[in-house]
């Protein structure tokens, strides 16, 4: 029998619920153990285990629109404007993490990045001739 840090028993009944809840988040043992001390202690927890998974749910989804909808502005750029550059030429996971809105903004930038830099080429090339 593994020990958890701060063991099961110690737990508040409202955080062995989210266990039970929850399992995937959990060592499969945690879960059970949480079961257990949950029977021990006469808590009805079938019920609340299901209101307790719907909640989270609807936090994932609400992260996920939260995720969706952010966006850059211009204070980004002005706070800290080279994590910025590094952040919208080097990142690639912005759709793949749920950033949809950040995904096209960093497309747009970095097509006008694009474009900036081929305009200075073009300039500069013919200046040389």
Known sequence: MKTFQPPIQDRQT?????????PENWDAEAAEQAEIELLKRG???KELAKREKY??????KLDELRRA???YSICDFLESP??????ILVS???KKDGYLRK???QKTIRIIILGIASIIY???FINDL
């Open 92 to 94: 690639w996971e912005l």
């Open 103 to 105: 995904a096209r903004q």
């Open 14 to 22: 409202s955080a062995l619920i989210k266990i039970v809840a929850i």
């Open 55 to 60: 909640l989270h749910s609807q936090r994932e």
């Open 122 to 124: 073009l300039y500069t």
């Open 82 to 87: 080279i994590f910025f550059m590094i952040e």
């Open 69 to 71: 909808k952010e966006s």
């Open 43 to 45: 808590v009805e927890f």
